[in-house]
């Protein structure tokens, strides 16, 4: 027992000597976040670099404590958004300081493919209006060629390579595991198609789930192969991507000659003879090195052309990430945050309408609907509504789309997937295992439920599957009434299925095909605003002290989320058993001496209990309120 106490408190000392450690880096990479703001007076002539280190996204994350150390030393990949690299490859068209757009692609970790065709688009714009495109990169994947396909000149490094994986591809089924673990995945849904919990309930894809991703790949595919046909003709990319082993075996191997052989690129050469020649384009700037091009920082440049203000404000509201309760985000759509977004723009600002730009998979149940009452208040106020989607709005993300007068979607958006479920896991196999077994007096039904020791009664399993499909009864309504549609035309392309946009706009689900610049122009006409007479203005968070990312520092404690629904109690009341048993389990380490101490007077779980859960939350983390995913 005097050993269980020492090491008790040399965790602890450790534990306050990690935080100190953390709060001095912390404030350190504060003072290298405020040393290193953009600065538009320095740029001059040269080509616009876009090193692509990262991902392109509808909305970058707040930063963990990780990512945000990681940041400020340039070691980490970062998140650029969608909006600000469209705008400001355009804005390069009006711009004659710059002579080329060079495409650094050696780091690009990818994006949406609606997102990357919006790139593209957006590049083809600019070699239109005359600029430049030169790419480059050691090895390209579909991601990275994607945009690569839209240069004037495409270099790759002689020992790199090139491979086309198509979308689609394997998941991880976890049935065999939990069997063998003795834990019992409790799953409540409806939706033939709804396979979010199927690798919890299968060893593999079930073929209704195996029939809607063949129909939503194939058309993804046959998009991607179309867009890099139209921007690069000469490309072979489907004859490779068919047999790419037989064309790497003719050619030995070597993937720059297969690269070569199919028009796939033009140049081999490796990094610094692809810059010695952007210099010779552009000029050469002698201070990196005597072969370094004169290049314009692409944070300088967003920040020198900020978003037009003239004309009348339409507000633009982010729906992007993972959909829940709460206010944290951005990169998780926080149903608090932005509500009182559009709450606090309809109270302070002169706004005209609104664009919704939905980038989602779902979530929550409860938050999507919390966001959708807040657009609601608009409509009160007649503003008008208008939908855009981006890579993905399915699920929750279409249940916020419903609030819209007008829904756009691009062909490839990902769209449907109208259906619920809840999982609620238990573990009276494993712990039967190791001789923990459950035992008490109950004064109702579901008194000590749930039951994670003993298993869920049967009682409480009928409701948790009744509120389920309540809960898609819901939903089914929702788009009913916004779609002009009866309850059981909805059920019939319901049913958890996913669409793309192209099938969603012939079944109803979508008005038209457009992004951004569609969604505004048709907002300014139902707000009967002259063409051009008009700005977006995004309703982003702003930058404050309480913002910086404490998230990620270890011991920092994180806000409960609420109770939402009959789902969210059974899960939080099973998290609160669980932690209640560990802190028993740890009172008998800590405990010395005799204990005068009332097991059956708890009428709470205690504050060991509650430390406890911290944990148990990621353990439990498939514990969804009614979740629209």
């Given amino acids: 027992m005097q050993f269980a106490r020492a090491a008790w408190r040399f965790l602890v000392a450790i534990k306050d000597g990690m935080v100190l450690i953390a709060m001095l880096l912390f404030f350190g990479a504060l ?3 405020l040393s290193s703001q953009p600065n538009s007076a320095a740029i001059r002539d040269g080509a616009l670099l876009l090193d692509l280190n990262g991902v ?38 009006e711009d004659d300081r710059v002579k080329a757009i060079v495409l650094d692609l050696s780091s690009f970790a990818g994006g949406g493919q609606t997102s990357l065709t919006d790139v593209g688009e957006a590049l083809a714009r600019a070699r239109k209006a005359g600029k430049p495109i030169y790419a480059f990169a ?6 990275s060629y994607q945009l690569a396909a839209h240069a004037t000149e495409i270099w790759m490094d002689p020992m790199g390579g090139m491979i086309f994986a198509g979308p689609g591809g394997n998941r991880l089924y976890y049935k065999g595991l939990i069997d063998r673990l003795g834990v019992t995945a409790n799953i409540y849904r409806v939706g033939t198609y709804k396979s979010a919990v199927e690798p919890y309930m299968r060893a593999d894809q079930s073929p209704a789930a195996r029939e809607a991703s063949e129909a939503l790949y194939g058309v993804l595919w046959d998009s991607y192969v179309s867009e890099i046909k139209k921007a690069r003709p000469q490309a072979m990319v489907k004859a490779f991507a068919d047999d790419p082993a037989a064309f790497v075996t003719a050619a030995g191997g070597d993937f720059a000659a297969v690269a070569m052989e199919q028009k796939l690129v033009d140049k081999l050469a490796d990094k610094t003879a692809f810059d010695r020649f952007v210099a010779e384009q552009v000029g050469a700037d002698e201070k990196p090195s005597p072969d370094s091009f004169k290049s314009i920082d692409y944070d300088d440049f967003v920040a020198a052309h900020p978003v037009d203000s003239n004309g009348s404000a339409i507000g633009v509201i982010t729906v992007a990430g993972e959909i829940v309760g709460g206010s944290t985000g951005p990169g998780m759509a926080a149903s608090g945050r932005i509500a009182e977004l559009i709450y606090t723009a309809l109270d302070e600002d002169d706004l005209k309408a609104l664009v919704v730009r939905v980038d989602s998979p779902g979530g929550s149940a409860f938050a999507s609907e919390e966001i959708r009452l807040a657009l609601l208040e608009a409509r009160k106020k007649k503003l008008p509504i208008v939908i855009s989607m981006g890579d993905v ?12 007068d007008h829904i756009f979607a691009e062909p490839d958006t990902i769209t449907g997937s109208i259906g619920v479920f809840a999982v609620l896991p238990s573990f009276e196999k494993a712990l039967a295992n190791w001789g923990v077994t459950a035992d008490g007096v109950q004064t109702t039904p579901l008194s000590g439920e749930p039951n994670f020791v003993g298993g869920f009664s049967e009682d409480l399993n009928a409701i948790l599957q009744a509120g389920v499909e309540d809960s898609y009864g819901d939903f089914v309504k929702l788009v009913a009434t916004a779609r002009g549609k009866t309850p059981a035309e909805v059920d019939t392309i319901g049913q958890g299925r996913v669409w793309d946009g192209g099938t969603a706009r012939q079944l109803g689900l979508v008005d038209g095909f457009g992004g951004m610049t569609e969604a505004l122009a048709e907002a300014a006409k139902r707000a009967g605003l002259a063409e051009g007479d008009y700005h977006p203005q995004y309703l982003d968070p702003q930058p404050r002290f309480s913002w910086l990312p404490f998230e990620g520092i270890p011991f920092v404690r994180q806000q409960s989320a609420p109770v939402t629904g009959v789902i969210g109690w059974a899960a939080q ?23 005068a101490l009332c097991l059956e007077c708890s009428t709470g779980v205690t504050r060991n209990a509650n430390a406890s859960a911290n944990w148990i939350d990621r353990l439990l983390s498939y514990s969804f309120s009614s979740a629209a995913r």
């Fill in 31 to 33: 003072y290298a976040l």
């Fill in 56 to 93: 392109i996204v509808e909305e970058p994350a707040a930063p963990t404590f990780e990512d945000f150390l990681a940041s400020n030393t340039g070691n980490g990949p970062r998140e650029y958004r969608l909006r600000d690299v469209v705008h400001a490859i355009d804005a390069t068209v």
């Fill in 138 to 143: 050691s090895f390209y994947s579909d991601d």
């Fill in 393 to 404: 709005a399915a699920s929750g993300g279409y249940w916020v789309a419903t609030a819209g």
């Fill in 573 to 595: 009341r099973q998290k609160a058993i669980f932690g209640e048993a560990l802190a028993t389990a740890q009172g008998l380490l800590v405990r010395e001496d005799v204990q």
